[in-house]
């Protein structure tokens, strides 16, 4: 009769806690997978942040935390995650009444672009661990890598004469009696803009800049389209850095930019167009559009070219980005210019690639690397 009793006591204990746990398990229940930096860069180190909290006071004995991610992202080995086609991970929790736990796991962006959480699952046991509660987050964290930073050492010299003589032809006077304002020095800086004040307020070179007199556009045109289809994403990612690389280095210089591309934004899958602008901001505005070029097929570069490029204007600047370099590109490339319209060509390979078809010394190479 006991044993009776004990039985119906634990059978009613079971029922009535299994009624409290499908009824309660999620209420109050935080999950947040969120990385710690909405922005980073290529190559930077960033982490990912995993908070479950129980404000409640009800014991969760087991709580599974199940989401996936991009596997651009570089995470230590680990038993509770798996890299396939995406980065897993398979997280087990314990949880006290009104107990919040915290864990950060350390990565490295591999790749420039916009990337958020694939699915957040949620998976709760009860007091039995027999019967199993399921829940998935829909608000999932995002974060945007900007494109790579290219090092100066692996800044071709003939790019740095050829962007020396573009801002030599704008011929932008500034204004020393309106001034802008106050950035870290760069080694393309002059002397006598450096404000001595400030650098040893912050400790580090600083220079002044100043509002313009003429200002005069350069447009940067960027072609996604490669000459070929060997080594093409690697080409294309080289593309985008040289296009983030020379607007930082022309805005830095006061120089208004404004960039167009034939390839699209991945969400919106409208063309890449950013209209001029000389602050830091803009930079910023431009790789911004650059990190959220997507994967699809860019629009075929000849008929963009002569879209976007104003034969009438004599004023702007065109700086073309282009591993295409075909001869229907070419040609109306040397017709273009014939015309008098102010274009100079960038040509992104490798090194074993011989570029042969470059006319004069405002066409040049500029050598993809290994960066790895």
């Not at 960033?46 to 908070?51: Q, S």
């Given at each position: 009769m006991r044993l009776l009793i004990v039985l119906l006591v634990a059978l009613v204990l079971y029922i009535i806690q299994n009624i409290i746990y499908k009824k309660f398990w999620h209420k109050n229940l935080e999950v947040n997978v969120r990385f710690a930096d909405s922005i980073i860069r290529?190559?930077?180190?960033?982490?990912?942040?995993?908070?479950?909290?129980?404000?409640?006071?009800?014991?969760?004995?087991?709580?599974?935390?199940?989401?996936?991610?991009?596997?651009?992202?570089?995470?230590?080995?680990?038993?509770?995650?798996?890299?396939?086609?995406?980065?897993?991970?398979?997280?087990?929790?314990?949880?006290?009444?009104?107990?919040?736990?915290?864990?950060?796991?350390?990565?490295?962006?591999?790749?420039?672009?916009?990337?958020?959480?694939?699915?957040?699952?949620?998976?709760?046991?009860?007091?039995?661990?027999?019967?199993?509660?399921?829940?998935?987050?829909?608000n999932l964290s995002s974060i945007l890598v900007l494109p790579r930073r290219i090092e100066a050492r692996y800044i071709p010299e003939d790019v740095v004469r050829v962007a020396g003589d573009i801002i030599n032809n704008i011929k932008m006077m500034e204004d020393p009696f309106e001034f802008n304002s106050i950035r870290d020095y760069q080694p393309y800086d002059t002397v006598n803009h450096i404000n001595w004040k400030a650098t040893a307020r912050m400790d580090s070179l600083q220079v002044n800049t100043f509002n313009t007199t003429n200002q005069k556009n350069i447009i940067i045109i960027l072609n996604t389209e490669t000459n070929s289809v060997r080594d093409s994403e690697k080409i294309v990612e080289h593309c985008i850095r040289v296009a983030a690389c020379l607007t930082d280095y022309f805005i830095s210089r006061n120089m208004p930019v404004a960039i167009r591309s034939n390839s699209k934004d991945y969400e919106t899958k409208e063309l890449i167009s950013i209209d001029s602008g000389s602050d830091i901001g803009h930079v910023r505005n431009i790789e911004i559009a650059l990190a959220r070029i997507g994967e699809d097929a860019p629009k075929p570069f000849l008929p963009f070219f002569e879209d976007n490029v104003d034969i009438d204007n004599r004023e702007n600047e065109y700086v073309i980005i282009s591993n295409y370099r075909k001869d229907d590109f070419m040609e109306k490339y040397a017709d273009y210019k014939e015309k008098g319209v102010k274009l100079t060509l960038i040509v992104p390979e490798y090194q074993y690639v011989t570029v042969n078809n470059l006319p004069s010394s405002r066409e040049v190479k500029w050598e993809v690397y290994d960066e790895n």
């Open positions: 290529e190559g930077d180190k960033c982490e990912l942040i995993e908070e479950i909290g129980n404000n409640k006071g009800l014991l969760l004995p087991i709580i599974q935390v199940k989401f996936a991610i991009s596997r651009t992202f570089i995470f230590k080995k680990e038993r509770n995650a798996s890299v396939t086609d995406q980065y897993y991970r398979n997280e087990y929790f314990s949880l006290m009444p009104y107990e919040k736990i915290t864990r950060k796991y350390k990565f490295i962006a591999s790749r420039r672009g916009e990337y958020k959480l694939s699915f957040l699952d949620i998976i709760a046991k009860d007091i039995f661990i027999n019967n199993s509660m399921y829940t998935e987050f829909k």
